[in-house]
């Protein structure tokens, strides 16, 4: 039988959120039906995640762990994720307990039309200076790749596995996967899913730490729509 949704989700050190993250997904899925597993990217962590995670496992068949060797940032673990997965459909997530599992039968109800389903957050629960700068970006990258995105930093997202062959990631481009989808001739939806504040943990991310690499990642993924070979062949 056909592995349905494989669930991806990079770990660096999330260590109080992993049992909570883990119930969560089991509760959601098994009341689907579907068939699916749950793919932890350990991104060397230096606190207790990979024993957590370890845990987890021993007591549910469904999840597994793919470990780094050291941090390689979240695009590297995804990929690994990706490549580590057997499902039909792959969802991608944190492990922050801010995207919610209950939203993934969302997607997949949403996916049937389409080849991707991403998340829209549209009652973020963050800080007012993060929510500021996530608009002021998420206009900047609509604007330079023309599209109308209305929540490019949203992690939750489904696909279908044949997107992957089409594109090869590099670091940052996690972030522009429905623009590099949609390049490549795929079809994306955006679906509106629930965002729940952070309670365990610290967030990897900030203004310093995103705005410039983020920028450049932006002007490579502007310059690949703009250079995309667009042909066809006539029949004779």
């Known amino acids: 039988m056909e ?11 999330e ?16 009341d689907t039906g ?7 990217v350990d991104d060397g962590s230096i606190d207790e995640s990979y024993k957590e995670m370890k845990n987890v496992c021993e007591e549910n068949d469904n ?12 695009t590297a673990a995804l990929d690994a994720g ?3 997965s057997r499902g039909k ?23 049937d039309d389409y080849d991707m389903v991403y998340g829209w957050r549209s009652e973020r629960q963050d ?12 206009c900047v990258r609509n604007k330079l790749t023309s599209e109308n995105i209305k929540d490019t930093g949203c992690s939750l997202k489904m696909f279908r596995r044949e997107c992957l062959d089409k594109i090869k990631l590099y670091n940052g481009m996690h972030r522009f996967l429905p623009t590099l989808f949609k390049i490549e001739g795929f079809s994306v939806k955006e679906a509106r899913v629930k965002h729940n504040p952070r309670i365990y943990g610290k967030s990897k991310y900030n203004i310093r730490n995103r705005i410039f690499k983020s920028f450049l990642d932006l002007l490579a993924v502007r310059w690949m729509k703009k250079r995309k070979l667009y042909y066809e062949v006539r029949d004779e």
């Open 3 to 13: 592995l349905e949704i494989s669930i991806v989700i990079p770990v660096f050190n």
């Open 15 to 30: 260590d109080e959120n992993i049992s909570i993250l883990s119930s969560a997904i089991h509760r959601a899925m098994s």
């Open 34 to 40: 579907y068939s699916y597993e749950c793919i932890f």
């Open 63 to 74: 999840f597994r762990i793919v470990r780094l060797r050291e941090n390689c940032g979240q």
């Open 82 to 84: 990706f490549k580590a």
């Open 89 to 111: 459909y792959i969802v991608m997530m944190d492990a922050d307990l801010q995207n919610d599992p209950f939203d993934i039968p969302l997607l997949f109800a949403e996916i």
């Open 127 to 138: 800080p007012l200076i993060k929510i500021i700068s996530a608009k002021v970006a998420n």
